[in-house]
T-cell receptor, first 112, second 113 residues
Framework: DQQVKQNSPSLSVQEGRISILNCDYTNSMFDYFLWYKKYPAEGPTFLISISSIKDKNEDGRFTVFLNKSAKHLSLHIVPSQPGDSAVYFCAASALVNNDMRFGAGTRLTVKP | EADIYQTPRYLVIGTGKKITLECSQT?????MYWYQQDPGMELHLIHY???????EKGDLSSESTVSRIRTEHFPLTLESARPSHTSQYLCASSESGGYQPQHFGDGTRLSIL
């Protein structure tokens, strides 16, 4: 039962353009959402998060949007840089049990 | 920057061997986790701990066991490795209380021949 889904296994964008990574979830108990970035041969690195009381959180070039009614979140990277090329994992958890679920990841390639 | 370390990084070993994957963190986090990940798939929680002497099984059935004798140390043991155990194993830790991100080590890539 996959509760967090990233339906696009890969995404390719041009340097300087916007990258939009999407994530859908099914469990309405989730109230904390995160994005992780993973380079080859390294562990996932925490990137940005958002709690369910907000619909947007921004950190530099990275912005996460949350649409609770659609059970959808997205990560926007503007402008995209070649160093952003990595696999991005969406994750969600519920404060009540801290059970964190991950999506299967989206491989982002930013072309110079 | 998270300080969580996993050893070995890579391990190729024969069937039937006993294996211990090490995980240590220097952040004083109470919560620690073990995940298993296959290429192109989501991370699956196999074990977690909320503190010393606390261990629980995750949602993915695993033949491994864990122990938490010290806050900083959360080793995972396979008593008799099988080819089906071939995977990447990721250790993570987090602070307690409220919304806290998990911080990951670089993982152990395990191959059982």
């Amino acid at each position: 039962d996959q509760q967090v889904k990233q339906n696009s296994p890969s995404l390719s964008v041009q340097e300087g353009r916007i990258s939009i990574l999407n994530c859908d979830y099914t469990n309405s108990m989730f109230d904390y959402f995160l994005w992780y970035k993973k380079y080859p041969a390294e562990g996932p690195t925490f990137l940005i998060s958002i709690s369910s009381i907000k619909d947007k959180n921004e950190d530099g070039r990275f912005t996460v949007f949350l649409n609770k009614s659609a059970k959808h979140l997205s990560l926007h990277i503007v402008p995209s840089q070649p160093g952003d090329s990595a696999v991005y994992f969406c994750a969600a958890s519920a404060l009540v049990n801290n059970d964190m679920r991950f999506g299967a990841g989206t491989r982002l390639t930013v072309k110079p | 920057e998270a300080d969580i370390y996993q050893t070995p990084r890579y391990l190729v070993i024969g069937t039937g061997k006993k294996i211990t994957l090490e995980c240590s963190q220097t952040m004083g986090h109470d919560k620690m986790y073990w995940y298993q990940q296959d290429p192109g798939m989501e991370l699956h929680l196999i074990h977690y701990s909320y503190g010393v002497n606390s261990t629980e099984k995750g949602d993915l059935s695993s033949e491994s066991t864990v122990s938490r004798i010290r806050t900083e140390h959360f080793p995972l043991t396979l008593e008799s490795a099988r080819p089906s155990h071939t995977s990447q194993y990721l250790c993570a830790s987090s602070e307690s209380g409220g919304y806290q991100p998990q911080h990951f080590g670089d993982g152990t890539r395990l191959s059982i021949l």
